[in-house]
C-alpha cells in the first residue's frame, strides 16, 4: 500500500535515501492523491534526493509556499469584508494552521477558505461577502435548500475575480450530525490574532480536526488529516484535550484519531489513551487504502465509508430520500 509508505516516509524521512524508482513512484502518486505532496516535500529537503524526485519535491514545496500566501490574502480579504459587522471571525482547518503559525501548516495544501462566525450573524455575513464580490456556487434549488437546512455552513462561495472559494461555518459538524459541538463555546475560547481574526483554542482545533476525520465525510486525504492532528498533539500537547472532546460530544472520535496517530506516526500520548479499539483497524485499512498508482484500493472500501458518512451526516429516512435524489440527478462517488 502506497499510502503507508507516506505514512512511513513522513514518520522517518531519511529512509527515503533507500528507496529504489518503483518506490519513489508509488510514493509520489500516493502523496499526490492524499494533498500531502508539500508537507512530504518539506519533511525531505535537504536530503540526499535522486534528481527526479528532488526536483517534483522543490516544486511541491514551492507551490505549497504559494498556497501558503494566497490562504492568508484570502484571509485578509474576508477580515475586510467583515469588519464593519464586529462579529468574531474564525480560521479553521489549514489557513488556521498557517496564519497561526503551527506545524501542522508547514506544506499544507490548502484549498478553500474555511471560517466559523456566530450562527445568528449569517444573514449579515452572506451579505458583506456577496457586496465583497463573492457569488454563490450551487445553483441547483435542492442543493442551496439542503445547505441552509441541514447543513452547518453556507452553501459555498467563490469569489468572482480570485476564483476563490469560501465555506461559511456556524457549527463544525452537520445539524443532521449524532453530534451536536458547542460553537458557542469554540467561538467564545477562542484565540485572536494580530489582525483582528481569530483560531479556535488549541484543544478545540484537535477537537475539529478529529471530527473532520471521523465525524463528517468519507475520510478522504485521511493521511493528511491525521498527520494535522499528529502535528496539533506534538506541539500543542493533550493537556485538557479529554474534557474538551467530550464537551463537544467528540470524545469517541478524538480518542481513535489520537490513538491511530501514536499508531501510525508515532504521536506521543499517555499511555492509558492507548487502549485498541478493535474498530480502529477498518479506519487504518481506509487510511491506508492507495495502491501504486495513487488509487484507493480495495474499492469496497471507499464506498463503505462514502455510506458511513452519509449515515453519520444524517437520520435514515432523510439518508435515504437524499441518496435517491442525487441519483436520479446523476451524482456517483467518483471511482
Request: aromatic fraction near 6%; include cysteine; charged fraction near 25%.
Amino acid at each position: 500500500m502506497s499510502a503507508r509508505l507516506v505514512v512511513e516516509t513522513l514518520r522517518e524521512p531519511a529512509r527515503c535515501e533507500r528507496y529504489d524508482a518503483a518506490q519513489w513512484n508509488a510514493l509520489i502518486a500516493a502523496a499526490r492523491a492524499e494533498q500531502i505532496i508539500g508537507t512530504l516535500a518539506c519533511r525531505l529537503d535537504g536530503l540526499s534526493l535522486p534528481v527526479a524526485a528532488k526536483r517534483i519535491l522543490d516544486d511541491a514545496r514551492a507551490l505549497a509556499e504559494v498556497g501558503r500566501t494566497l490562504a492568508l490574502w484570502e484571509a485578509e480579504a474576508a477580515r475586510r469584508a467583515l469588519a464593519p459587522l464586529g462579529v468574531p471571525v474564525l480560521l479553521l482547518k489549514g489557513t488556521a494552521f498557517v496564519a497561526a503559525g503551527l506545524k501542522a501548516g508547514v506544506g499544507r495544501s490548502i484549498g478553500d477558505l474555511d471560517i466559523l462566525v456566530p450562527r445568528g450573524a449569517l444573514d449579515s455575513v452572506q451579505d458583506a461577502l456577496l457586496a465583497a464580490g463573492w457569488e454563490w456556487v450551487k445553483p441547483d434549488p435542492y442543493d442551496d435548500a439542503y445547505y441552509r437546512q441541514w447543513m452547518h455552513e453556507l452553501p459555498p462561495l467563490i469569489h468572482r475575480d480570485r476564483d476563490r472559494m469560501i465555506d461559511v461555518h456556524h457549527t463544525i459538524l452537520p445539524l443532521t450530525a449524532r453530534i451536536t459541538p458547542d460553537a458557542d463555546a469554540i467561538i467564545a475560547d477562542s484565540e485572536a490574532l494580530q489582525n483582528g481574526l481569530r483560531v479556535p483554542q488549541p484543544n478545540d482545533l484537535l477537537c475539529h480536526a478529529a471530527a473532520h476525520l471521523f465525524a463528517d465525510g468519507e475520510m478522504l486525504g485521511g493521511v493528511r488529516n491525521l498527520w494535522d492532528i499528529h502535528c496539533l498533539l506534538e506541539e500543542l500537547g493533550t493537556d485538557g484535550l479529554e474534557a474538551r472532546a467530550r464537551l463537544h460530544g467528540l470524545h469517541h472520535h478524538v480518542m481513535r484519531a489520537v490513538r491511530l496517530s501514536h499508531d501510525l506516526y508515532g504521536t506521543d500520548i499517555p499511555i492509558d489513551w492507548r487502549v485498541r479499539d478493535p474498530a480502529d483497524a477498518l479506519f487504518k485499512r481506509r487510511l491506508l487504502a492507495r495502491d501504486g498508482w495513487g488509487r484507493v484500493r480495495p474499492k469496497w472500501i471507499e464506498h463503505v465509508f462514502y455510506l458511513r458518512g452519509h449515515w453519520l451526516r444524517m437520520p435514515p429516512a432523510m439518508l435515504a430520500r437524499h441518496l435517491w435524489t442525487k441519483w436520479r440527478k446523476g451524482y456517483h462517488p467518483v471511482g
